[in-house]
């Protein structure tokens, strides 16, 4: 289980990033998190695993504060947070199982990672985990080979290979198209709910988020304006939360755009039958 209270950011600018946020994310909750650019989102998910140092606040993790943690068990802390990226941060040159093993990297002596000689149970879990993302295929694959949702799901091994017990996601899907961004989605949901993991993901599609997330905490300006289910994210809600906009208009757009690609992809079915 995670919680934050009271968490704030304040830059040296004096913007203030993130304003007294307060909110558990209990084991095996999927929740989004969504809100305007500059609304605080990605700043909240980086304050926990301290990749920016909150002005202020508690992050605790199970019984851990990490906010008060100095830096050697900080990083002895951090092998309990996996992170999925928006631009994948992979190594390129690597290979896919090179890259899903540097999920083992806080775990194995620093001569086995430079000499890549993982242990053998490491490597039985990584091609696990290729296997359960769908690339048992590429294992020997360069990442700068894959495509973009084929770089996401080596970022999804790469993390669950850390055997963490909270789930950070950025924006998984702000590279992808829309078919890709709804399978990618589907992905971290069910093995999240296989695993039991407590998820946070910062994502900008409110259909996406609302198809996929069971809890959605909305930010504005830095801070919480809407925290409930899916369900209860109506008009009023989302104007709270991003300002004025024909909502109704913008869902039957992606409505739209969702039946032309299912369209779209019955009819490459039938050609190919």
Known sequence: MLHLDGLSKTYATGEAALSDVTLTVPQGQIMGLIGPSGAGKSTLIRCINRLVEPSSGKVILGDVD???????????????IGMIFQEYALVERLT???????GRLGYVPFWRSLLRKYPARDIQTAYRLLDRVG???RADSRADALSGGQRQRVGIARALAQEPELLLVDEPT??????TSRQIMRLITEICAERGLPVIVNIHDVPLA???????VGLRAGRIVFDGAPADLTEAALTEIYGA???NAMRQGDSEQAEAEADAARRLEALAK
Do not use: C, Y
């Not at 702000?174 to 078919?179: F, M, T, V």
């Open 66 to 80: 990490l906010a008060r943690l100095g830096k050697a068990e900080l990083r002895r802390q951090r092998r309990r």
């Open 96 to 102: 896919v199982m090179e890259n899903v093993l540097s």
């Open 135 to 137: 690339l048992m295929n």
């Open 174 to 179: 702000a590279s992808l198209d829309p078919k």
């Open 210 to 216: 609302q198809q996929f997330m069971q809890r959605i």
């Open 245 to 247: 906009e024909d909502w």
